[in-house]
């Protein structure tokens, strides 16, 4: 039995047409098989890996261009994994002050080298640095044998917050086209299968979309950015701070409804909540947790402390009646403030 490299489901099923592959029923991945032309190329003795007519190359270029000028910033350490012979870097690096590092295992790497900052003719498995803000990699993966162990690689050579932007032919790289029959290729990407693959990898999902163009040949391609995903404890403690920053010191929760028991109820027991409040008297002496029992708002006892308005959507009604209301001025913080923060 064998598989998916990308979702893991163990039952890939076996095709002899076009080619010999395997496919996914679950994520709709395909790919090669080794010893029917799956194994992978050598490409070291390659060269002239972007040469196409100068009209592909910029309609190409300006499409990546469109998503990777969002994520660039000044002093940023990018490494593009298949930089060919660096144009594409070369213009990257004349939009902001980056540090551009190639990796091209062609013979590539040498023209490369006098357009980016550093190239290696190596691997990304081999790089021992790491710490890069941006990895690029445009058609690079669907060549790879081990694609979960490439994807493991280039997520750890990202920095905590760095973010990872990588584009391979969707399915047949070509609506019209049921198969890709480049002997290079070896995976036949889905969006579903692409974004299996990263989540495996331990990486959140930011963006994918498709119909990005490479060239008239495969003219459909799938975009992903992705950074690193948060652990649950990592969740919290982010979440803790951004109340802690908003509400210094203990605070009073007013407004008990759908907003409260999503973003404040999980983390309830760990925030400085001195009373719980709601504008419905009915439910004044309901227990919430075994700690908070509901209160009336009693502007006297409350004075001086801040007050969170756990509701969205009633958080100008409420905050006009409670500044109505109030022996003094008091601090309002809306949830807008803790879950907009950037
Ligand atoms: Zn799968």
């Known amino acids: 039995m064998t598989a998916c490299p990308c979702c893991g489901h163990a039952e890939a099923t076996a ?34 890996r972007n040469r196409v007519p100068a009209r592909q190359l910029q ?10 000028q969002a994520l660039l910033k000044d002093r940023c350490r990018i490494l593009e994994v298949g930089c060919a012979e660096g144009e594409f870097g070369a213009m990257v690096k004349g939009l902001a002050d980056v ?17 980016l900052d550093r190239v290696l003719n190596q691997p990304a498995a081999k790089l ?16 790879i044998p081990d694609i979960g162990a490439e994807i493991g690689h280039w ?46 990898a331990g990486l959140a999902i930011e963006s994918l979309s498709s119909g990005h163009y490479e060239s008239p040949v495969y003219a459909d391609s799938l975009r ?33 409804g759908g907003d409260f028991r999503n973003c404040v109820l999980p983390v309830l027991d760990q925030l400085p ?11 004044v002496g309901e227990r919430v947790t075994e700690k908070h029992l509901v209160q009336a708002y009693d502007p006297a006892r409350f004075a001086g402390l801040p007050i969170l308005i756990a509701s969205m959507r009633f958080k100008d009604e409420i ?22 923060m950037d």
């Open 15 to 48: 095709h002899n047409r076009p080619e010999s592959h395997f496919a996914c029923p679950c994520c709709g991945h395909r790919w090669r098989v080794a010893g029917t032309g799956g194994e992978a190329c050598d490409y070291s003795g390659m060269s002239g």
């Open 59 to 68: 309609r190409k270029f300006a499409d990546r261009i469109a998503s990777v």
């Open 99 to 115: 540090e551009y590092v190639g990796l091209e295992i062609s013979l590539d790497a040498g023209i490369a080298a006098t357009r």
């Open 128 to 143: 021992s640095e790491g710490g890069f803000d941006l990895l690029l990699s445009f058609h690079v993966l669907e060549h």
């Open 155 to 200: 997520a750890g050579l990202l920095d905590s917050a760095g973010t990872l932007l990588v584009e391979v032919p969707n399915s047949a790289g070509h609506p019209l086209r049921d198969w890709d029959s480049h002997p290079e290729h070896l995976h036949f990407f889905s969006a579903a299968s692409l974004s299996a693959l990263f989540e495996h």
């Open 224 to 256: 992903v950015t992705a950074r690193r995903a948060l652990a649950g404890q990592e969740k919290n403690a982010r979440l803790l701070d951004r109340f802690r920053l908003c509400l210094d010191g203990p605070f009073v929760v007013y407004g008990l």
């Open 273 to 283: 909540v001195a009373a719980l409040v709601d504008s419905d008297p009915g439910r």
């Open 319 to 340: 905050s006009q009646g409670l500044q109505a209301t109030a022996a003094a001025p008091v601090k309002l913080v809306g949830l807008d403030a803790i879950y907009e």
